[in-house]
Each structure stands twice: as structure tokens, then as C-alpha cells.
């Protein structure tokens, strides 16, 4: 057994002339919570349908639980609990009804404990209330809670969420972040992927950044953050001066501003090798520079995720 | 593509899931209202009309009616069987696939996971029990209006042998299993046409024009070497239960030409369904 519960060497999807997934290498170790983050259109669904066995890989290798992709996926689905690209039910049965089906399909479903599991899942979703209620007169908030439940209906290793807080509410939203903390408390891994960092950054312990069908980052969280280079930011009545000294301690300035009280706003870029802060701010005293605010930023990992995917409102294509 | 594993008692828990949800649709009893209203109408004119028909009037076997109740299931069975049963057969059939992938439980019931061959099988189980209770719901309609309206008495069959009540509700009974066997084979078409897209009234569509347009190449004697392969063959050849002695051969030669379609479209839905991505 191997300390991931998800691992792609070279995965690779094209539908036609389009590269969905371009050569992916993920690695998501077991017991954490790991967020697939990207646009839309970046793969990340793509990606999950090939670990599960719907969509076949064009190139690539994928092991999920120790087992090979698609050929031992028999024996690791019954592990895995899904949430595939939005809910999706029989309108025209009920909410509990709807979850016995699918665990009618599901090998590990032993019938005899069947209608206790529906009723278990339910509760811990908040849908007890409509487990008699034909899915026809659900919300969309409602499905996605009834999807949770269905990916709940027995213990499993690993938990596949796609874009788990679609059409919730602030409070759903809420909720299932904190479920996700609870099985992962119990030794869940749960790969969950989203558009929306804040959606995630709170619960996850590792990320993989896509964009364009390729892999853009990874690593825990701290990695992450620690990736983005760290920036200075002086405000001083001696721009001049102070550039001067910047530029001899290796930063580069990068941006110039006029403040608000006739001082500049310099901001530069401070390497790793670069001296401490607080030496810094004692050489720039030395030598005469008004110093009026002296500060080191590390990009937000929402800075991080916009510089390794754009910005804006188009989609990834 | 993975999942494919022996599981048996699982594989009759997901047949019987099928059952329910076929069971629980409303569309699936408006076609068995729609093919309980058959009998009931013919029983219903040929009740009130004011002479009753004569020898070779109407649809066949509508001259029979009014001596014994249990012919109203016969002439309601050879009635529908050109299109009316067809329809309700590609409805089920191109629906079983193509239905779930248009819903996206399929993804789900994949990755649970059903098993892509067993899910197929489990399918045209679910089609072929289906195509089993659809006669026999015009089976017992018929044999309830058609003995509430005219009694049960002897009849008299085809050959002009006369046979007792028992009789004719065994040889009514045996024509519901021919038209039972002749749909298997439509049936399987279906479940093929299932597999090639996630528009389920389309793949309807496509299996019930095939059934019409089988029957029509069956009409034209130019192609009368290919009439014994046309799956619709036998559909009508339920008349050779209906005289004395009986002849079972029909039965016999329809339930091997249904099994070979079977076979054939059942092997291509398999090849299709297990190789293809699911992205819906």
C-alpha cells in the first residue's frame, strides 16, 4: 500500500483536437483533504471521470486506491464515494427511494441494512424531513445534499466531490465545508475540486492548481503559499534614495506611487537570499531615508490562484 | 472498462431495483392503460353493435368473440402486435440506457459500482419482463370484459374443432407467450440503440421505425428471401395455436429467430456500451 490515494503519471485526455487533460501528474496522499482547483473548462472534471472509470484515458497511467486504472477499478470503486459533475436522480421517485437504487447497484450495498444507511445519510445531510418527497420537487440545493448523502451511504476510503457546494446556500456551503472536515477526521481522503479557492482553502491540507488542461502547482497548502515570492512594500519621502538602497541589497523595485500624505510607495521584490527585514530597515535608516511604513507581503493564495490562471470571466476555452 | 464482475446475489438485488423503478413510473402504466383500453374496446363495440360480425369482418378472429369471452384477448393480442406493442417495447427498451445517461444516474449506477455488463444485462432483463407483462396485461384485461360480456363457453378454433373454456383460455394464454417472444427480439434492438446516444426518444424513435419498416420489407414479395431473417417474421404467426392439433413450430422457429437477434444486438450493445465514454 502506497501513501496515495490518487496518483496520474502523464494522464492525458483529447476529445478530438482539444486536449482536455494535458499530460497530468497528481498525487494526492492519503488522509487529505485535496483540492482540485481551476476555471472552468480547465479539466478538473475531465480528470475525474477518467479516475473513475467513466471516460478512458487517451494517454497516461491512474492508480486510485493502489489500484490500476480502469482495470482494477472494480474492486476500488466500492471504496470510493462520488459526486460527479452535479446531482443527478429519478424525478419521479423520492428522495430515499433514489438512494436505495443506487445502492441496490453498489456490490458492498447489503439490502438488509439498506433502509437504516438511506435513513443515516439523509439525517447527516439535512434532508430527513424530504426523504419522502419525489425528487421532482427538490431545489438544486436539496440534490446536492441528496448527491452528498448518496456518496455517504457507506463508509469509504476515498471521496470524489466535484464542485461539492453548487447551488448551496451560504449556510449549505458552511455545512458541507464542515463535513468534509468531519470525514476527513476520520480518516477520509477527499479529493474535492472547485473554481472558487474560498470554497476549499478552509478545509483542504493539499491543492493542485489547473488550468488549460494543465497541471500549474501542487503541494500542501503551506508549499503553495511559500511559492509565491515575497514582496516589499516601503512608503517613503525619499524615493530616490531609497530605490538606491533597495537596488544595492539585490531587490528589484518593481512599482512606484504617490501616496496620500506626498510620500512614494515603492514596491519590490525580495529574493530569498536577500537580508532579513529588520536589517533592511536599519540600512535605509542609515543612509538617511525617511522610512514612514516598512512592510513584507507574501502573496494571498487567491493572488497565487489568479497568477496561475488569469483573471476574469471567460472561460479556460 | 472496469466493474465487470460476477456478484449474483447483487445482480438480482439490481434487477429487482430495475423492476421497482420501471414499476414506479407513471409513463410505464399509462401504456399499460393504453394497452388495457384495447380489449376493452373491442369488447365494447362488438357488445353493442347491433349484429354481430360475421366470418372474416374486422380484425381476425372478431367473429369468434361473442361464442366465447376469452377470444376478445386473442383478436386484442393480434391487434396490437403490429405497432401498438412495438411502441410500448421501443419506449422501455431505447429508454434503458440512453434514459439513465439522459437522467446522469448512469455516472452514478457506473461508479457505485453496477458494472457495465451487468447493468446491460440487468437492462434487457428489465426490457424483457416488460415485454412479457405487457400481453399479459392484455391477457387478463380481455379475459375479464371479454367473460363479463359474453360468458365463457366453447369455442370454436381455426381449423373448426371445438374446444371447452379451459381450452381457449390455454390457447390464449399461448398466443400472449408468442407475442411475449416475438418482442424479444425488438427488444434487444432497442437496448442497442440505447447505447448509441443520450437522447432517449430518440433511440425510441429509431427502434420503432425499425419495427415498422421490418414489417414492411416483410410485405413485399421481392424480398422474399429475406422474410425468414426479418425479426417481425413470426409476429403474426400466433393463428397456427388457434387449430387443432396444434402446431408448435411457429413457436419454436420465432423463439430461435428472437434468440438469434438477441444474440447479434446483444453482443453490438455490449461493445458499444462497455468501450464508450460517459460523459453525460
Known amino acids: 500500500m502506497t501513501d496515495l490515494a490518487v496518483e496520474t503519471r502523464g494522464l492525458t485526455k483529447r476529445f478530438g483536437h482539444q486536449l482536455a487533460v494535458d499530460s497530468l501528474d497528481l498525487a494526492a496522499p492519503r488522509g487529505s483533504v485535496f483540492a482540485l482547483l481551476g476555471p472552468n473548462g480547465s479539466g478538473k472534471t475531465t480528470t475525474i471521470r477518467m479516475l473513475l472509470g467513466l471516460a478512458a484515458a487517451t494517454g497516461g497511467t491512474a492508480r486510485v486506491l493502489d489500484h490500476e486504472v480502469p482495470g482494477g477499478l472494480g474492486a476500488a470503486l466500492p471504496q470510493v464515494g462520488a459526486l460527479i459533475e452535479g446531482p443527478a436522480f429519478y424525478p419521479f421517485l423520492t428522495g430515499a427511494d433514489n438512494l436505495a437504487r443506487l445502492d441496490a447497484a453498489d456490490p458492498r450495498g447489503r439490502a438488509r441494512t439498506r433502509s437504516h444507511r438511506v435513513a443515516e445519510a439523509l439525517e447527516r445531510v439535512g434532508l430527513t424531513k424530504a426523504a419522502g418527497k419525489k425528487v421532482r420537487a427538490y431545489s438544486l440545493g436539496m440534490k446536492q445534499r441528496l448527491g452528498l448523502a448518496n456518496a455517504l451511504l457507506l463508509p469509504r476510503e476515498l471521496l470524489v466531490l466535484d464542485e461539492p457546494t453548487n447551488g448551496l446556500d451560504p449556510q449549505g456551503t458552511r455545512e458541507v465545508r464542515s463535513l468534509i472536515r468531519s470525514l476527513a477526521d476520520g480518516g477520509t481522503t477527499v479529493l474535492v475540486s472547485s473554481h472558487l479557492l474560498a470554497e476549499v482553502e478552509q478545509v483542504s491540507t493539499h491543492a493542485a492548481v489547473m488550468h488549460q488542461g494543465r497541471l500549474k502547482a501542487q503541494g500542501t497548502l503551506a508549499e503553495l503559499r511559500a511559492a509565491g515570492t515575497a514582496q516589499v512594500l516601503l512608503r517613503t519621502p525619499d524615493p530616490e534614495a531609497a530605490a538606491a538602497e533597495l537596488v544595492r541589497f539585490g531587490l528589484v523595485v518593481t512599482g512606484r506611487q504617490q501616496a496620500a500624505d506626498g510620500s512614494t510607495d515603492l514596491t519590490a521584490t525580495l529574493p530569498e537570499d536577500a537580508p532579513a527585514p529588520e536589517y533592511l530597515v536599519a540600512e535605509l535608516v542609515a543612509a538617511g531615508v525617511g522610512v514612514r511604513g516598512f512592510e513584507v507581503r507574501r502573496p494571498s493564495m487567491e493572488e497565487l490562484f489568479v497568477a496561475l490562471t488569469g483573471e476574469g470571466f471567460d472561460v479556460a476555452r | ?280
Open chain 2, 1 to 280: 472498462m472496469p466493474g465487470d464482475r460476477a456478484a449474483g446475489g447483487t445482480t438480482i438485488a439490481l434487477l429487482a431495483s430495475e423492476l421497482r423503478v420501471l414499476l414506479r413510473r407513471g409513463r410505464t402504466w399509462a401504456m399499460f392503460g393504453a394497452l388495457a383500453a384495447i380489449p376493452v374496446l373491442l369488447a365494447l363495440v362488438v357488445f353493442f353493435s347491433a349484429s354481430p360480425p360475421g366470418p372474416g369482418e374486422g380484425p381476425p378472429l372478431l367473429d369468434k368473440v361473442t361464442q366465447n369471452g376469452m377470444f376478445v384477448s386473442v383478436t386484442a393480442l393480434v391487434v396490437t402486435t403490429p405497432l401498438f406493442l412495438p411502441l410500448t417495447i421501443s419506449v422501455v427498451s431505447g429508454d434503458a440506457i440512453a434514459g439513465e445517461a439522459g437522467l446522469g444516474t448512469l455516472r452514478y449506477l457506473l461508479v457505485a459500482p453496477a458494472g457495465r455488463l451487468r447493468l446491460l444485462v440487468v437492462k434487457y432483463a428489465g426490457a424483457a419482463v416488460f415485454a412479457v407483462l405487457a400481453p399479459a396485461v392484455v391477457l387478463l384485461v380481455g379475459w375479464a370484459i371479454g367473460s363479463a360480456l359474453f360468458g365463457v363457453g366453447e369455442a370454436t378454433l381455426l381449423s373448426g374443432d371445438v374446444i371447452g373454456p379451459g381450452g381457449a383460455l390455454a390457447r390464449s394464454a399461448l398466443v400472449a407467450l408468442h407475442v411475449a417472444i416475438s418482442m424479444l427480439g425488438l427488444s434487444a434492438i432497442g437496448l442497442f440503440a440505447s447505447t448509441l446516444t443520450t437522447v432517449g426518444v430518440g433511440a425510441m424513435a429509431a427502434t420503432a421505425v425499425l419495427a415498422v419498416v421490418a414489417q414492411v420489407l416483410g410485405q413485399l414479395d421481392q424480398l422474399a428471401w429475406l422474410h425468414p431473417w426479418l425479426f417481425t417474421h413470426h409476429w403474426l404467426g400466433m393463428m397456427d395455436l388457434l387449430r387443432e392439433p396444434i402446431s408448435f413450430s411457429g413457436l419454436t422457429d420465432n423463439l430461435v429467430l428472437q434468440a438469434g437477434y438477441l444474440a447479434f444486438f446483444g453482443a453490438l450493445a455490449y461493445g458499444r456500451f462497455t468501450t464508450k465514454d460517459v460523459l453525460s
